[in-house]
C-alpha cells in the first residue's frame, strides 16, 4: 500500500507535532485524489495548533486549510474535473455560494485543518465542491495562498465592499491579508494607506506601491491630517481587541470597517459615539463561498496579481514555517512539497 506523508500532533499544544505516514484514500463517486504542491499558512493555524479553537479535532491532527495541487484521480461522478488539472482548495466546504453553513447558535465555521481534515499531506483525498480550478498565471506556491488569505481581502473590499475608484482604503498591517488587499485595492483604483510599527516594513511596502504608509503609533490623526478629515471610505481592521476603536475613530461618515482578525484579542471595543454619528456599515469577513473564489482566481489572472511570499520552505522544514509565522512574516509563508 502506497503511503502518504503528512505534518500531524498528538494533542493540543502542538504535541509530538512530526511527519507520519497514512494510506491514501481512493476517490469515492464524488471524490478526488490531489497531489499536494505546496500548501500556505495563516495565522489561525497557529492558533488550532497552540489552542485548539475549541473545535472538534480528530488525531492524529493534520493542520493547514489552504493548498494548491494536481488532480490525480477522479470518481466516477466527478465532472468538474479530470486528473492533471491544476487546483486549489476552500477554506470553508460546501459553502458554494451565499451565507455560511451556520446557525446563530452554531456560527459557521467548518474549515479545512479544523473541523475536516487539513491539507500539510503529501495527498488528500475530498469531494470535488471542495476545489476549485487554480489561476493560470501563478506557481503552485503562490495559488496556495488565495483560499483565506486572498479571500478575504476580496470579499471585504470587493465582493462585500464594493470598493470604487478613487476612495480611502486603510490597511493594518503588513501580514498575508493586508498585502493582498493593498493589491486589490490598487487595481480597483483606490487610494492606499497602510499601517505598520516597523519602519522597515514600511520601506518594503514603498515596493508594492502604498500611496501613504504610516507608523502603527498616532496613525488614526496621521490619516485624517492626510485625508482633511475625511478618513478612509474602508478600514481594514486586522487587529481586533481594543484597537477596534481607532478603525471607527479612522472611518469616514458612511464608510465601512471590516473585522478581519484578531490578534488583539476577541473581545473588541469602541466608542459608541463614532459608530452612531457616523453610521459606517461595521461587517465581519470569515473569509467566502466557492463562488466568490472563482472570481477572485479569474481576476487573479486578469490583473496580473501576485502574491507576496516572505519565504518557501519544504515540506520536512514545516515546524520552522510555524516558527516564521509566530515572529510576524511579510506576506505569506509556504510550504512546498
Not at 216 to 232: F, I, K, N, Y
Request: aromatic share 8%.
Amino acid at each position: 500500500m502506497t503511503m502518504a506523508r503528512q505534518w500531524s500532533m498528538a494533542a493540543i499544544g502542538p504535541k509530538d507535532f512530526a511527519i507520519r505516514t497514512a494510506a491514501i484514500t481512493e476517490p469515492g463517486y464524488d471524490e478526488v485524489r490531489v497531489r499536494t504542491e505546496a500548501v500556505s499558512l495563516n495565522y489561525r493555524d497557529k492558533l488550532v495548533l497552540e489552542t485548539g479553537m475549541g473545535l472538534p479535532l480528530e488525531y492524529p491532527f493534520v493542520p493547514a486549510s489552504d493548498m494548491a495541487g494536481v488532480v490525480e484521480a477522479v470518481g466516477p461522478r466527478v465532472t468538474r474535473f479530470k486528473p492533471g488539472d491544476r487546483v486549489i482548495s476552500t477554506f470553508m466546504p460546501g459553502r458554494i455560494e451565499g451565507k455560511g453553513l451556520g446557525n446563530a447558535r452554531n456560527p459557521p465555521y467548518r474549515t479545512l485543518g479544523g473541523a475536516h481534515p487539513g491539507v500539510l499531506s503529501d495527498y488528500v483525498t475530498f469531494p470535488a465542491d471542495w476545489f476549485v480550478a487554480a489561476p493560470k498565471t501563478l506557481d503552485a506556491g503562490e495559488a496556495s495562498t488565495l483560499p483565506c488569505a486572498g479571500l478575504t481581502a476580496w470579499m471585504a473590499l470587493i465582493e462585500s465592499g464594493k470598493l470604487k475608484a478613487g476612495e480611502k482604503v486603510l490597511i493594518q498591517g503588513t501580514g498575508g491579508v493586508a498585502l493582498f488587499a493593498l493589491q486589490i485595492a490598487r487595481a480597483h483604483g483606490a487610494e492606499t494607506f497602510v499601517t505598520s510599527s516597523s519602519a522597515e516594513k514600511l520601506e518594503r511596502l514603498r515596493a508594492l506601491g502604498a500611496d501613504h504608509r504610516l507608523l502603527r503609533d498616532g496613525w488614526v490623526e496621521r490619516l485624517l491630517d492626510l485625508t482633511d478629515g475625511h478618513g478612509a471610505d474602508h478600514v481594514l481592521d486586522i487587529a481586533g481587541g481594543a484597537g477596534f476603536g481607532e478603525a471607527l475613530n479612522a472611518v469616514a461618515v458612511g464608510g465601512r470597517v471590516s473585522l478581519i482578525g484578531v490578534f488583539e484579542g476577541f473581545e473588541i471595543s469602541g466608542p459608541a459615539s463614532a459608530l452612531l454619528l457616523k453610521s459606517p456599515v461595521v461587517q465581519g469577513i470569515s473569509v467566502g463561498s466557492r463562488r466568490a473564489l472563482e472570481d477572485f482566481a479569474r481576476a487573479v489572472d486578469s490583473i496580473g496579481l501576485k502574491p507576496v511570499i516572505d519565504r518557501r520552505y519544504r515540506f520536512e522544514d514545516a515546524d520552522k514555517a510555524f516558527a516564521h509565522l509566530d515572529r510576524g512574516p511579510f506576506g505569506k509563508i509556504v510550504i512546498e512539497f
